[in-house]
């Protein structure tokens, strides 16, 4: 990494490890009201998430996702950007701080990939913005679905919670129900609509795909729609939708590893 690029990651990264760990500890308090920083501590890491894409950007001239660490960053980023946009409009401030420890560790990652083996600059012989727009709007998708995972994890704790008869003060500062189960089902639309503009602008590109690549995002926008449609015309339990959202982002993120 280039001295710029390398501290606006760690300092991005070392702002979610904060935040996490700042929320946490004021949960533990029972001060929810001290949560609210996670959002503005969300927002500062996400300034340097894209101060960051913004420099590996201009070195390879296109989008930075052309090696497995800037996917993971370009990831993160899209989580990060969807929670600050949709997790008031969800009634989910913490969502956030469920959040930071997935973005903190693929972070994490990138950070000791590309100080271990950085590939360097990348230029397109020819830019094609179809193939600008596959890969940017499928790792959005992966954002949504990431969201919709950690959503299905807050279920649980929930649940978990619940069942304990001896509820927590994390408890009491979880959404209802409801509510999770609504941003997990929006979430997975969002998310789905995403990676069918994804794959339908990989049919416009100059190069055609791989056909790995084409199965592996065929395979993960498929099992995204099975999920919906079944939610449509059967409607999961909250429990099952739950790990339906954290089993199918896993598998997603195993589709990913392979290409």
């Keep these: 990494m280039s001295a710029m690029d390398d501290w606006y ?22 001060r929810k009201g001290e949560v609210g920083l996670n959002f503005w501590l969300a927002a500062a890491g996400f300034v340097f998430q894209c101060l960051f894409l913004r420099e590996r950007g201009e070195l390879h001239g296109r989008c930075p996702i052309t090696n497995g660490a800037e996917v993971l960053v370009f990831i993160c980023w899209s989580v990060v950007i969807l929670y600050l ?52 709007m499928s790792l959005l998708a992966y954002g949504a679905y990431g969201l919709a995972c950690i959503a299905g994890i ?59 690549h084409l199965a592996a995002s065929g395979a993960v926008w498929l099992l995204y729609l099975i999920i919906l449609v079944v939610q449509t015309v059967r409607r999961f339990s909250p429990m099952r939708l739950s790990l339906l959202a954290i089993g199918a982002f896993a598998f997603a993120l195993v589709t990913l590893s392979l290409l």
């Design 9 to 30: 990651l760690i300092i991005s990264t070392l702002i979610f490890f904060v935040g996490f760990v700042l929320a946490v500890v004021s949960l533990r308090r029972g």
């Design 154 to 212: 807050m279920y649980l704790v929930q649940n978990r919670q619940l069942k304990s008869h001896e509820p927590g003060r994390l408890f009491y500062s979880l959404p209802p129900i409801k509510y999770l189960s609504d941003a997990i089902i929006r979430l997975l639309v969002i998310g789905t609509i995403l990676i069918t503009i994804g794959i339908i602008a990989a049919f416009f590109m100059r190069v055609v795909p791989q056909t790995i």
């Design 85 to 136: 946009a949709l997790g008031k409009a969800f009634r989910l401030s913490l969502l956030g701080v469920f959040s930071m420890p997935l973005v903190f560790v693929f972070q994490l990652i990138a950070i000791v990939s590309l100080s271990v083996d950085d590939p360097g600059a990348r230029p397109p012989e020819t830019l094609d913005p179809w193939l600008e727009m596959h890969a940017s």
